[in-house]
């Protein structure tokens, strides 16, 4: 795509937002996107990534309704944002979170105030996350205020093809949490069937002594690409709890960039991907140790059934300078057939000497023993098949303390089980 | 109720069982002792159908050709085999196991599935039966319980599911003596006029708690003699004694 061709999305732009576009438009212009020659992108499809985001630009002229959101994201106590296409529907937003004091609002272009100032200071380095900031329109935020303890928000950013015709667009969603708050954010990236793609970026910023729990689902329609970055800045003794889930679209590639520049930040980042078809996902964690005392746990699960394949990267880089740093990080892969493939790569760079880290990596098939053990107690096999999948997810569902979630989710898996068994 | 006849078992061209006989009658306990790798636990995995060996012969259960069966048809129809070294289910929660499992069983038999109260309070009472902590129901089956738990946890299954044909292998196995004497108390309260066991054992200990009708010696692929409960106590003295050499008879 050309983005010097995206035309800003209202007549007046926060002064803030037309830098940031004039840097991304600048920045595009003298770079390629990338190819699987680069390391980083050496697992993904990208060709399919840029073939899907050369579609037309998404429209606003989207009909999507509350009962459709509530199919497709989940339903449950929450503050709850839709943007369908990159705009907010103000219809469809409610606050059945009860938690008045969660400062969720939608910036539109004219809004002058950026709350997380990272958004500003990107580090223009990646032609998908750059790509984002030309083209975005609404953004969603979410502010959780110093102190305060509160409930859950919901962000949904629908993509919604109009007819026939493949689209793309560029959700976005900012979050900050001030010092001392407690928030939990869940985002949901789902779309209506149809040819599109989304190029999704993420900026948070937690504060000292803030926690945060983050839940990202990408569930995009079948046959869709799903772009997204995930940038965490972490202050001094700010903890992250976040859980991964990409259990749709046909061609993905999700990155997290966390940077724990507090002393005493921790992150633990739990993760599941779900792949069948002919499904190629791609996840790049990165977990940059720059404070001292920091700790990260990284725990993917890949399920990849059919012709599908799976890539996960967990990048651990502790600072020189840094004491005290403690980084593990743990990926298990699932095949349900012989043609379904997964690739995992450790990639750690420790260049301080007080450091406890530890990785590993297993992939492996359903275990025949447990096959028949559940059999020979009356399950016949395809639900024994069944129960293991499900108990091989469970241990990533179980991070996630929302209920209303969880179970969406559980349904969500459920639903691509004849995706992810055909074939094998 | 469950009769094996001239039973050959062999995996990748070694002969294990060669032409085992067997009958169990209704309400009977069935004591099966042997050395090592005479092919006792061989025996009750074919029974239960796992897959990976060559089997001849014939065995009815109940009216079935059990070896025609799937492993979970033979559950429905009536078959449960303790595990040996029963198998981790990672992520899958004992309890949500436990009525899956008794539901499949009861809709294969073309019962409604069991409703959750009476489910929970069964199992509740069984649990405090075999002395287990409320936790291991909602714990993941087997996922880190230590030997003696996982024991418990079969009997558990077993007092739960209700099979009329209920296989122990070496069920005894791993047990210190409180935990030996609640199994054995579990294997007790289920003895049933309808319902027949095949206690595969080791020692004399657990057939001293649960009284065996008969005692056999499985060896050489086959059984080689059968006796009542007190054989056990005679091979507990005396051993196995000298195998004997079948080309040698006659010759």
Redesign the interface.
Known sequence: MNPTAVAPSAPVEASWRREVRADAVGWLADHQPPTTREELWRYSDVDALLEAMAANPADDKADVDAPTVARLAGDGPADRLVLVNGRLIADLASRAGGTEAVGVLSLRPSDDRCPTDSYRDLRHDDWFLATNRAASHDLAVIEAPAGSALGAAHVVHVTAPSGHRPVTHHPTTLIRVEAGATVTVVESHVGLDGAAAANASTTIEVDAGATLAYHRVEQGAAGSAHVGHVSVALGPDACLHATSFTLGAATTRVTWDVICAGDGSSVELDGLVVAGSDDHHDHLVTVDHRGSDTTSEQRFREIVGARARAAFTGRVLVRPGTTGTSAHQRNASLLLSPTAEADARPWLEIEADDVRCSHGATVGQL?D??V??????????P??RQ??I??????VLEAVDVTWLRQHLREGLEQRRPAIEAAR | MLEIRDLSVSIDGHAILTGLDLAIGPGEVHAIMGPNGAGKSTLSAVL????GYDVEGTVRFAGHDLLAL???A???AGV??A?QY???????GNAY?LR???N??RE?NGEPPVDARSFLGSLRSHMEELEMDPSFSSR?VNAGFSGGEKKRNEIL?MAM?EPTLAILDETDSGLDIDALRIVAAGIERLRSPERAFLVITHYPRLLELVRPDVVHVLRGGRIERSGGAELAQQLEEHGYGPRPEPEAVGS
């Open positions: 275990d023993e447990a028949f053990y559940l059999r020979s107690r009356g399950i016949p096999e639900h024994a129960l293991l499900e108990g091989f997810a469970g241990e | 239960a159908g796992r897959e799937e492993p979970e033979r559950a429905a449960f085999l595990f029963p198998t981790e289910i990672p992520g899958v196991f899956t499992s008794l499949a069983i294969a993941a299954q599911l």
